[in-house]
């Protein structure tokens, strides 16, 4: 083959130095890698059953792992505390808190769910004959007819779940039976995954590192630590900032008198943790609460939606969560419209994090193509 008098090939310049070609090159290479995984994605079914089993209590575990790891870091490094007595202190305090909320809070939110269920369709109705009042006039129509379908819709497909519901019989006892047993599972496995991740998780990537070219070590302890550090960040930020929701909404609906104020804090607060979609889902039971005790009941509730997301977005998130996982707004939207169309509710929870570790992997990946490839020097 012909060279260059710098010892470069003709494919060489042409192909692998060529920005346009290699880029191709590289997506089809993506591509065919996709196809082939699609055409043997029954190897991966035992991968799948397997992570459907103990996938719930692993989850859970990492969650608590970056929200206690800090602190059993932090007493060792500091004051050569023994990670033991720390974790050992943890599981003591988050025993309390279980019993605490399972003598006490769990009876309480039972209790304000079940009025709330009781209370909702006598809620519903006269929203719904508000709105009837509203729209008599005839410029109304279109609007009132369009109300009036979408409430009939609503009460044929409620009804209609029901009754299949009820057709399933042994079935769908069975399926919930199954859903607990998981649930129970789940809790009950979780703390030893947790004890052990809290133990010794932090020996894991230089455990994992040995096996790994000489080479390769320093890269892959570089990503695996960005990954931990952006995975850290959004869970105490998230959890940080949905507890500042619950707090600031169940100050505000204790001070304008809201029913079940508190419940649906507490529910604002869960749902939270679903960026930006979280609170406004979270607006419609104190809206539909809030118009059924008066009009001036409404407005209070819509100011302090005003005020709880005016300190949100302006106070509490950059404080807490900050501009550390550098995502931007409009990203996250659209992360959180396309995971949760393609994989549901998982998708909307762990959409955002999930692009947070592909962005770094894309980012180190592209670091070393940069390092290694004549592509991106400069020409003479």
Do not use: C
């Not at 709105?131 to 009132?144: G, L, Y």
């Not at 960026?275 to 302090?304: D, Q």
Request: charged share 15%; proline share 4%.
């Amino acid at each position: 083959m012909k060279e260059k008098p710098n010892g470069q090939s003709i494919f060489q310049r042409w192909l692998l130095d060529n920005k346009f070609l290699s880029a191709m090159l590289m997506i089809l290479l993506f591509l065919i890698i996709i196809f082939m995984l699609h055409k043997v994605a029954f190897i991966f079914a035992p991968v799948a059953e397997f992570f459907r089993a103990v996938g719930a209590p692993i989850i859970i575990a990492g969650v608590f792992y970056f929200l206690l790891n800090p602190m059993v870091d932090w007493a060792e490094r500091r004051y050569n505390f023994p990670r033991i007595a720390t974790i050992s202190i943890q599981f003591l305090v988050l025993a309390i808190l279980i019993v605490w909320g399972l003598a006490v809070f769990v009876p309480w939110v039972s209790s304000q769910i079940g009025s709330l269920v009781d209370e909702w369709p006598t809620y519903w109705h006269k929203i719904v004959r508000m709105v009837d009042q509203f729209t008599s006039n005839k410029q109304f129509n279109a609007i009132n007819k369009w109300f009036n379908t979408t409430n009939t819709e609503i009460s044929s497909w409620l009804q209609d779940y029901s009754a299949e519901y009820a057709k399933k019989g042994l079935h769908g006892v069975s399926s919930v039976v199954g859903t607990v047993t998981s649930v129970v599972i789940a809790i009950i496995t979780f703390p030893f995954v947790l004890f052990y991740l809290l133990k010794d998780g932090h020996q894991m990537p230089a455990y994992v590192a040995k096996f790994l070219p000489a080479k390769a070590r320093r890269s892959f302890l570089e990503t695996l630590k960005e990954i931990s550090t952006q995975i850290s960040n959004y869970i105490r930020g998230q959890i940080a900032v949905a507890f500042a929701v619950m707090i600031m909404f169940a100050i505000g609906y204790t001070i304008i008198g809201l029913p079940y104020g508190w419940l649906i804090a507490i529910v604002a607060g869960i749902l939270n943790i679903i960026p930006f979609l979280g609170s406004f889902l979270a607006m419609v039971p104190a809206i539909v609460v809030g118009i059924f005790v008066s009009p001036i009941m409404l407005a209070s509730v819509l100011i302090v939606f005003m005020i709880e997301q005016t300190l949100e977005g302006r106070l509490i998130s950059p404080k807490l969560l900050g501009s550390s996982m550098k995502i931007h707004p409009v990203t996250v939207l659209i992360v959180l419209l396309s995971a949760g169309n393609v994989f549901g509710v998982l998708g909307v929870i762990f959409g955002v994090p999930g692009y947070a570790i592909l962005k770094v992997l894309v980012y180190r990946f592209y670091s070393w193509w940069e390092s290694t490839s004549d592509i991106f020097k400069e020409a003479d």
